[in-house]
């Protein structure tokens, strides 16, 4: 549907864009997902054609858009976008959600028709006589959506849609979205910074970083393999070890840290140097005492609590087990074991849920 | 003491039985300057537009020029127009001088620069946010800006508003180019400054009681239009000049 090669944009010296390469997949959502700054937004824009790029191109649907402005108009007409910032224009919301039409020069007989089938989907039917700029900003942007939406766009590009949002609106917001893919098999493209967001929409997600695309595949792939330190951080994963591998046998391998030994599956072989990322929700606490309780754990280490960081209904424990190991449980379990600092645990982690990657950077 | 009692009551007396004279005066005001601001109005609202929506060298240097003719004097636009219309001058075979119609266009280059500054201020205040999304939804370069325009439609309104105050209240232009000539050019600052200089209180103080209420019917209509206004497009306002 889309595809861009080697794309670069300049602000000045700085490259906030730095040789991206990326397909869009007709019918997919696809999430762009990285830290604020990381250069979302501008790629963003530059897939609306709203800025031109530096260097590389952009092909949508087969066809070079780095023509004049006349064809660019009609490339961006079969496309919609919904920034960060809901910027509604201040007459009813109809007005607003008409504006597509307009530009486009549709009948102006089917225009109430198509704009309360817009309104329809997003749930704001009977809103159109209110005055946009009165609503509230959950409701704007969905007025924001409606208004991509009235010309049936073929790909819809979202900016951080959710970012200044509260969790309801944002859980309307992101059905929403699931629904219109689903229902009108339009191609999202999404940016955001929010991974439990980018987690529960994308097919397919590409992690930016600096300018640069640092990896993109699946959700398992992102989450459960990520490449490299930079992205295995931004997507949660709090523990990152280094090491040796000691033995292999089939894929069983042990690792060993300066003062501590993972057991992993890897086809690393033995002697070489690996990372190894342990997402946080990955591993258990538990009290040496209790022993009897059984786990498939096959790593078991016993270590001190260092830090306890409450989130809400989650703790994050950090254990020091000769190496720091970050666990997230509930803030009931952490209450049920009377966890504080200090205290010895033990920290179990499965093998298979250590990701192992070889000669980290 | 008397001579202000008196003229007071002599003011209210001219008012209140509607005295042809004031009433011609107070109409003939309003003639010239509400022309000189819808033909400002019409001038600037293009040229405001086309200086924020282009890119060009001496932007910048060119809004300062325009804010800094904000508070041009009035005698100075007096002076320049009159040069222009003079019978030597180089508009002079129009045959302007001493009419109203040569006062208009002497308001007019009064208060142009602060209807096309203003204008540019309320262009500005819209959201930038509002430009990118009307072109991302697939307007042409026209379309957005006539978008933009009637967006920023109330600031431009209080700009025009205010524009008209000034007109109204000044005696500059009206003094040098109209000549004060009964029945055909006298204005209320006008009248107010030569009745004055002639002892004639009441109708002086019954003109300015007639300015006085022109401009609280601009400051009505001025509230009520910002009422309408979110609280960024009020900066733009700046508050009135005299």
Known sequence: MIRITALTRLAGQQKILDDINLEIRRGEI???????????????RLIDLLDRPTSGKIFFDGQDTAGREKERLSIRRRMGMVFQKPAVLNVTVAENVAFGLKFRGANPAEIPQRVKLALELVGLLGFERRRAVTLSGGEMQRVAIARAMV??????????????????????IEDLLIRINNDLHTTIVLATHDMIQGQRLAHRMGVIMNGRLAQVGTLHDIFYEPKGKEVARFVGIETILKGVVQTNERGHATVALESASFEVVTSCPPGKTVALYIRPEEVTISIPESGAQKTSARNQLVGTITKLVPLGPFIRVTVDCGAPITALITTRSCGELGLTTGMTVIASVKASAIHVRANPA | MDAIITGITQAFNLII???????????????????????AACISIPLGGLIHFREFRGKRTLKMIIQTLYSVPTVVVGLLIYLLLSRSGPLGFLGLLFTPEGMILGQMVLIIPITTGLVISALSGVDRNISDTLVSLGATEFQSIVQIVKEARLAILSAVILAFGR??????????????????????????????????????????????????????????????????????????RS
């Open chain 1, 30 to 44: 696809f999430t762009l997902i990285g830290p604020s700054g990381s250069g979302k937004t501008t790629l963003l």
């Open chain 1, 151 to 172: 010309t049936n766009p073929e790909v819809l590009l979202l900016d951080e849609p959710t970012a200044n949002l509260d969790p309801v609106s944002s859980e309307i």
């Open chain 2, 17 to 39: 039985t509607f005295n042809p004279e004031v009433l011609h005066i107070a109409a003939l005001s309003v003639y010239i300057s509400l022309a000189a601001t819808i033909l």
């Open chain 2, 167 to 240: 007109a109204i209240s000044e005696v500059g232009v009206a003094m040098m180019i109209g000549g004060n000539i009964a029945d055909q050019t006298r204005v209320l600052t006008t009248a107010i400054a030569l009745q004055t200089g002639m002892g004639d209180f009441g109708f002086s103080i019954a003109l300015g009681i007639i300015l006085l209420a022109i401009a609280l019917v601009i400051v009505v209509a001025m509230n009520l239009i910002t009422s309408g206004l979110s609280a960024e497009h009020q900066q733009v306002l700046g508050g009135p």
